[in-house]
């Protein structure tokens, strides 16, 4: 089982810590504001969520939504990024629309959902209303055809599809980084694969795996698995 050695230092070297004194900063001045918001959600504690979600991305908790996708750009994008993310969020809660990159974020309607009543009725199935409210606009921000409302039971429109992610990794630049990198030493991957070691680098973590092409990525730990052999 051949395996190269991953340092998880370097997959983190550009989390600093003045990323994330200015994400600090910028949750400090979002807490202090007075402003009403388009979400039924009370500013003080979203704003002591993201704190927590600034200093541990992995906190980023979907619970029972089948948001997947969403939640594991977001915990990506919050290590690589924090200040952009920490941004991202109070921006939406302010405003109710975002955006990342070039894209534009809006929750369609769950900015009218009570979020207290969902808690209520599914219990610790509903996040906490800070990755609810970011969890699920972006994912609602991508539906044209059906309607995502936050809820276990929404199916259809709360999948991701692999082309969306990895447009919201190119309006990061978290996936350029290792687009660029491929093409430099010539070896391109397929798309999946690609979004698949962002998140892993983003991550500090390593990718198990049967493709021997994941080793041209050289800021991803690869473990080769090799296939049993038949009986």
Known sequence: MPQRPFDGARATA????????????????????RAPSPWRADRAAVAR??????????????????????????????????AAFARFATTLYDTGRAAIGELAIAPGPLTDTDHAALADRHGRGIPEPADWMILGALRASENRLTTFRGRPEDALSAMTFPSELVRWLRATGLYADIVSELRAAGTPLPANDIWIATAAARHGAAVLTYDEHFRAIARVGVTILTPAAPR
């Open 49 to 82: 969520r993201l704190r927590d979600l600034v200093d541990r991305p992995d906190l980023v908790q979907q619970r029972r939504l089948n948001v997947c996708g969403p939640a594991a750009f977001l915990r990506a994008w919050a290590r690589h990024d924090p």
């Open 14 to 33: 550009h989390r600093t810590r003045r990323d994330l004194d200015d994400a600090r900063a910028v949750l400090d001045d979002f807490a202090a504001r």
